[in-house]
């Protein structure tokens, strides 16, 4: 079925930037939302961002204008750029998608997760 791959992660110093991709194996136009999570260790999993077909776009406060998310339809993959990198991002980032259904529940996708780290 579908599978996504994160890749892009790495050990940055504060203040640094990182692009981290989500390449998928089918066309993302038949996702109807792809964004991004981390979760960091004894922490809670928490949406980071995430972008329709139609291009919208949705932040969490935690962002605070430092990461943009993007989409590359003809490579069939999602990016998320991060600058001003502080060491509270550090987590492991997984890709995710959803495909909306009206007749049954909706499909949740993930990827394997890429590592983050920030030091200070």
């Known amino acids: 079925q579908v599978q996504l791959v994160e890749s892009g992660g790495g050990l940055v110093q504060a203040g640094g930037s990182l692009r981290l991709s989500c390449a998928a194996s089918v066309s993302i136009f038949n996702i109807n939302t792809m964004g991004w999570y981390r979760q960091a260790p004894g922490k809670q999993r928490e949406l980071v961002a995430a972008i329709t077909t139609g291009g919208s776009r949705n932040y969490a406060d935690f962002v605070k204008g430092r990461f943009t998310i993007s989409r590359d339809n003809a490579k069939n993959t999602v990016y998320l750029q991060m600058n001003s990198l502080e060491p509270e991002d550090t987590a492991v980032y997984y890709c995710?998608?959803?495909?909306?259904?009206?007749?049954?529940?909706?499909?949740?996708?993930w990827g394997q997760g890429t590592q983050v780290t920030v030091s200070s």
């Open positions: 995710h998608g959803q495909v909306y259904s009206l007749y049954s529940s909706n499909t949740d996708y």
